[in-house]
């Protein structure tokens, strides 16, 4: 099975090896196969492996033999060498002295890997006084001079900080710093940035290739994400079920992948968006199936015992989508994707604007009504196994939109309805009587779908219904999600943070930034020539699973953390718009027509537009 | 953090005076009355002392004498025991509850957070499974059956440990009510402490220090036992309660000379004042655990200081 | 699959659970089984005198197998006597303190903003009373004896751990976004709380319905004991241990009988309850 090459055959390579990991064997008590089975990777200096395969494929368990951070009951066996040092086996006081002082570590989710009732620079200051026997005062000195080299904005500040008090971003960065305070040979990033952002995504990853080529360090780069590891990584292994099965120059597996699987990974991740389904067109005159006009919500908090304020989470929305249309929503986390959702539904109050279903205004109906009217329009979530009741079958979840909408349906009929639905969603028979939590990711999007679809709605509106799944369970996703909404001639409004898979599903997309519209076009128009300097940012932070162009866009990513507007007076966008002039402190810029179906919100959009749209 | 203990501590006194205010009416709602039970006084002499001691007054009037006089410290007479006051009463007895009391806390603390922690650290191990059947006892059985069973297997079959009764000058005999007071809060304090530690020790910033190679003493130390206490403190609100209410029975069972008696035998006889001076006592205690309790865990974990209360 | 992982983080003492949840339950229907039928199948009664057997210590072959008290009466029929009592104030107040829990913590957990705030801060400030001793002042003032009065009393007490407990659950159901798929599949508000909260919130009520029966009996048993309960001739567990503990010097088996009893009794339940916990957490499977 195993394709790999043993490395390092000739003298010169053997000192320049880093960690070399052999036959490594990692197993749990009762499981029945091998988590880790057999894999051997090695490491040299001033290179970047990256790891790539599914969730599940023994990526993080490997590494994590290798600093003797396995699970406890784990049984572990082979070698695992770091420089002539064996590490399996040491005992802990041996392995505290390689922890951190020779091999750090970044992992997923910055939020829940920091001490919460630390502050940043304790915790940063801590490994520096342990291992090179600073004192406390020069400890915390170099640490605040690291938290400089990760860009965080605020130094000083964020020093006395406890990490609840950071950012996503800032957090990862601080974890960062943790990780490279006692400057190691070696680095392993699992998964780091997973749970971010697309832009900081960017960020980040630019962040880890620059340290590699200063410092001359190993970095392992474990991800599921082709395009960060077109970016980074010199050489790459990919990873299934416990095994590796393909590795070589990054180059060389990207372009030529001699594995079925790797080809099939790569395909779900870089596949070019294929010309739009054809779509039932809505007859001409008819009402639009949802327009929201002037939307804006507030959410209210607690400011002190008695105070309570109100912020703005969504301002001016306007919107129409016609039968038949789709429309994609995209914008960074916390801009407005997922409110501008619930409130087009009327799940949350919005306190200004209009909102029409089908040319109705629920405002105007009674409570009876708008329930009637919602079988119409049903919602995908973005947690696939939390948007369904833990205590309901595949079945029952599945039927109970027909008990609540045709309750003049007998028994059998209802069930002929679920099964057939439930087929043409793709889950087996053998599923039905399960519950939510024994389905995997993708059978519980399934099951959503199918929950939505039975009542054949004329709107269909997706919360960001992938980001939770794997790359291949994504791309089915997607391609059922595609053909169903096609079929059955619903409109589609797509929300995701990622423009890319956008592209592939909507014929419109519309750009949020921190609660209002910054660009509406035409996909491929937007693709092709973005109007708005934050859609070219988002743009330019798709990473494209492309080692030839990959590491050049990298390259060209500001590192720094953008700072937020408390109370944005003018343009949202200006402390991150690198074309920002007085004007956009003053005024906020108007939603303007730019002609071919294209509206954007940005006070100098026409000084690069003309070229663009003409050249 | 101050500002967060001082809007918790003003907050105490509104609830005090909402429990004495609904105590003080409640308690006369009852049927009788200090002097009309039990014992047989002519109506002369009953009129008379209730004159005496304003109970014929309206009962708003009573209840603003009341207060006023609690203003200046004064908790008033004891109308079953003549010639004492509430708070002589009080300070005759409090000292006994306390030590009893404050005894049978450090034991449990001081017994159970070790205990839990290495159950934690040796999970599994013997220490950890006798726990599990200790827990399982203790917790279910109420100190009013362990006070006896305790009593006669050391004090009567063994001869190691008196009894009953109370000499001030021997600690010897808090030895046995203590225990018995401490063994289920004990037990708890050591199956929260258990829990919560094995949970930290599972959560992802641990496995990153022990990855920054801090060593094990120091990770348990400085990373995960601030966050494991977390529950135990929150534990110490019900704890107070517990201590009040079960101090009550031990010291009936081995007939200690604490406030506990008073309380029974002040509300059987009308004792009003008596009554009264109890809830203000017990109720003040409880309700300063529990702001203590806040008050540490607002301090072990610094994203309580932030919250809205 | 989820099956496997769970076999390995599973440890001994986890494992031997549902063994020792299935003796727990008989040993329960034994205890039920003794309160129902027990008193009636023994030819004396509770309350019944026996002169001719002052203080007989138990003996298998004796009339009053396991013995009588000072006044002669039969240990073994005021024993189980007192256990039906223990076991119908335990059920009945966990009825009371459920019923109330519930509905104050659904409709607080519901419908949300002021209307929780203000039932919360309720629950707060009594929860930082101490309330048992409250139940005493009044089961003192009122309740000497009185059954239904020290029902309500002992019920009051326990619905408000439940209460918030039903709360956080709701909140956090009313979160989960399967709540808001209901809602936005068109179910009207009583609709949801009816399909999809209450079921989810049935599992943890069971768990702590079956805790609480314990804690019930302890607490009649604790006002019994300060004699503020039952009234004699009438027994229950507590009372009797009250009077065993008086006279353990001379007659120890009036204590430990009783004792015994209710050991089993407050033990059975407990394992039960934290048995079912482990079975019907969701978050455990
Ligand atoms: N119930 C709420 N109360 C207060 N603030 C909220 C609430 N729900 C959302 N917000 C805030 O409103 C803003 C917009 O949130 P929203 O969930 O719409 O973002 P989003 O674009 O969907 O982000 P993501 O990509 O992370 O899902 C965020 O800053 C969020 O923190
Ligand atoms: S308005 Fe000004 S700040 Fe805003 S995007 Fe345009 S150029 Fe940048
Ligand atoms: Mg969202």
Request: glycine fraction near 10%; aromatic fraction near 6%.
């Amino acid at each position: 099975m195993s394709s790999i090459q043993p490395d390092g055959e000739c003298g010169a390579e053997q000192r320049e090896r880093l960690l070399g990991i052999e036959e490594l064997r990692v197993r749990f008590p009762g499981a029945g196969r091998a988590a880790v089975d057999g894999v051997s990777l090695s490491v040299r200096r001033g290179e970047c492996l990256g790891v790539v395969g599914e969730s599940g494929a023994g990526k993080s368990l490997t590494f994590l033999a290798a600093l003797g951070l396995l699970p406890e009951g784990a049984e572990v066996s082979g070698r695992v060498r770091l420089g002539p040092q064996e590490v399996l086996g040491l005992s802990e006081r041996a392995l505290d002295r390689i922890r951190g002082r020779r091999v750090g570590v970044i992992f997923q989710d910055p939020m829940s890997s920091l001490t919460p009732h630390l502050t940043i620079g304790a915790q940063l200051a801590e490994p520096i006084a342990r291992h090179s026997g600073l004192g406390r005062r020069a400890a915390r000195a170099r640490a605040q001079a690291l938290l400089e080299r990760v860009q965080l904005p605020d130094a000083a500040r964020s020093m006395r900080q406890y990490p609840h008090e950071l950012s996503g971003g800032m957090r990862q960065r601080a974890m960062i710093a943790i990780a490279l305070a006692c400057e190691p040979e070696l680095l392993i990033a699992d998964e780091p940035t997973t749970a971010l952002d697309v832009t900081l995504q960017a960020q980040i990853l630019a962040l880890l290739a620059q340290f590699k080529r200063e410092q001359r360090m190993g970095l392992v780069l474990i991800t599921h994400d082709f395009g960060a590891v077109a970016g980074v990584a010199d050489r790459l292994a990919v990873m299934r079920a416990g095994e590796v099965i393909e590795s070589g120059p990054v180059a060389a597996v990207l372009k030529h992948p001699g594995e079925p699987y790797t080809r099939e990974l790569l395909r779900a991740a870089g596949e070019p968006p294929a010309a739009q389904p054809p779509r039932a067109a809505g007859a001409d005159g008819a009402a639009p199936v949802l327009s929201v006009e002037g939307l804006e919500v507030r959410f209210r908090y607690a400011a002190g015992l008695f105070r309570r304020r109100s912020w703005r989470a969504l301002e001016a929305v306007t919107l129409t989508l016609g039968a038949g249309q789709s429309l994609g929503v995209v914008g960074e986390s916390g801009c407005g994707k997922t409110t501008l959702t619930r409130a087009a539904l009327r799940l949350i109050r919005a306190e200004r604007g209009q909102v029409l279903w089908l040319g109705q205004n629920p405002a105007q109906l009674s409570a009876r009504r708008i329930r009637r009217l919602r079988r119409d329009l049903q919602l995908i979530f973005q947690d696939p196994l939390g948007s369904l009741d833990p205590h309901l079958s595949v079945e029952q979840l599945v039927s109970e939109p027909l008990e609540i909408h045709q309750s003049g349906l007998s028994a059998a009929q209802r069930r002929e309805r679920v099964h057939a639905m439930l087929a043409r969603v793709g889950l087996e028979a053998a599923l039905y009587a399960r519950r939510a939590h024994e389905l995997s990711g993708g059978q519980c999007q399934r099951v959503g779908i199918a929950r939505a679809m039975i009542l054949a709605p004329r709107l269909l509106v997706c919360d960001e219904p992938l980001s939770a799944l794997d790359v291949r369970a994504q791309r089915q996703i997607r391609l059922l999600l595609a053909e169903l909404s096609a079929e059955q001639g619903a409109s589609l409004l797509f929300v995701s943070h990622d423009l890319a898979l956008v592209r592939h599903l909507c014929e419109r997309a519309l750009v949020l930034y921190l609660g209002r519209m910054v660009e509406l076009g035409p996909t491929d128009a937007l693709f092709a020539r973005p109007l708005h300097p934050y859609t070219r940012e988002l743009i330019e932070a798709i990473a494209l699973p492309d080692p030839d162009l990959q590491p050049a866009r990298l390259a060209k990513v500001r590192l720094g953390e953008p700072r937020r507007l408390e109370q944005p007076g003018g343009c949202a966008f200006r402390m991150r718009c690198a074309h920002a002039t007085a004007v956009c402190a003053e005024r906020i810029p108007p939603w303007v027509s730019a002609g071919q179906g294209r509206w954007v919100a940005c006070h100098h959009f026409s000084d690069w537009a003309d070229d663009m749209l003409s050249g | 953090m101050l500002g967060y203990a001082l809007r918790r501590i003003a907050g105490i006194v509104p609830v005090l005076l909402i429990l004495l205010t609904v105590s003080f009416f409640v308690i006369r709602l009852a049927p009788g009355g200090p002097f009309a039970s039990g014992r047989a006084l002519p109506a002369r002499t009953r009129a008379e002392l209730e004159r005496l001691y304003g109970l014929n007054r309206p009962l708003l009037v009573q209840y603003g004498d009341y207060l006023r006089a609690l203003a200046h410290g004064n908790l008033g007479p004891s109308y079953s025991m003549r010639d004492e006051t509430v708070a002589g009463l009080i300070a005759s007895g409090l000292p006994v509850s306390a030590a009893l009391g404050l005894a049978a806390l450090a034991l449990a603390v001081l017994s159970g957070v070790p205990l839990g922690v290495r159950a934690a650290l040796r999970r599994d191990g013997a220490l950890d499974r006798s726990l599990a059947v200790f827990a399982a006892l203790t917790l279910a059985l109420p100190s009013f059956v362990t006070g006896p069973l305790l009593a006669l297997a050391f004090g009567l079959w063994l001869r190691w440990l008196p009894v009953a009764g109370w000499q001030p000058d021997t600690p010897r005999d808090l030895i046995l009510p203590a225990v018995t007071l401490a063994l289920p809060l004990s037990a708890s304090i050591a199956r929260l402490m258990r829990a919560s530690l094995l949970e930290v020790l599972g959560a992802s910033y641990i496995r990153t220090a022990r990855a920054r190679g801090l060593g094990r003493a120091r990770v348990l130390w400085r990373h995960a036992l601030r966050p494991a206490l977390v529950p135990v403190v929150s534990y110490l609100g019900p704890a107070a309660t517990y201590l009040v209410t079960g101090s009550l029975v031990v010291e009936t069972v081995f007939e200690l000379p604490g406030t506990g008696r008073y309380l029974v035998q002040g509300a059987i006889d009308r004792d009003y004042t008596l009554v009264m001076g109890m809830v203000l006592v017990y109720g003040t205690l409880t309700l300063l655990a529990n702001l203590a309790a806040d008050l540490i865990h607002a301090w072990l974990d610094p994203r309580v200081r932030h919250e809205p209360l | 699959m989820p099956g496997s992982t769970r076999a390995c983080v599973m440890n001994r003492s986890e494992r031997r659970r549902p063994r020792a949840m299935v003796l727990a339950a008989a040993l329960i229907a034994v205890l039920v089984l003794l309160a129902l039928f027990g008193p009636e199948a023994s030819p004396y009664s509770y309350s019944a005198l026996d002169w001719a057997h002052l203080s007989i210590p138990p003996g298998l072959t004796a009339e009053h197998w396991l013995g009588t008290d000072s006044l002669g009466r039969d240990l073994y029929v005021r024993t189980v006597y007192g256990l039906r009592l223990s076991l119908i104030i335990g059920v009945l107040a966990t009825a009371v303190s459920v019923l109330i829990g519930v509905a104050w913590g659904t409709l607080a957990g519901w419908v949300g903003g002021r209307l929780d705030a203000w039932m919360m801060r309720v629950v707060d400030v009594l929860y930082a009373l101490p309330y048992l001793f409250i139940v005493l002042i009044l089961a003192a003032l009122f309740g000497r004896g009185n059954l239904a009065v020290l029902l309500l009393a002992i019920g009051a007490v326990g619905w408000l751990t439940l209460a918030r407990v039903v709360r956080a659950q709701t909140l956090s159901l009313k979160r989960r976004e399967f709540i808001e798929a209901a809602r936005a599949a068109g179910l009207s508000g009583p609709q949801v709380l009816w399909r999809h909260v209450l079921p989810n919130l049935a599992g943890s009520i069971a768990v702590y319905a079956t805790l609480m029966v314990p804690q019930m009996i302890v607490y009649e048993s604790f006002l019994s004991f300060l004699g503020l309960g039952v009234e004699p001739p009438r027994a229950s567990l507590g009372s009797l241990i009250n009077a065993g503990a008086r006279q353990m010097l001379t007659a120890p088996w009036l204590l430990l009988v009783p004792a015994g009893v209710l050991i089993v009794l407050l033990l059975s339940f407990n394992i039960l309850g934290d048995g079912l916990r482990d079975v019907l957490d969701p978050t455990r499977r």
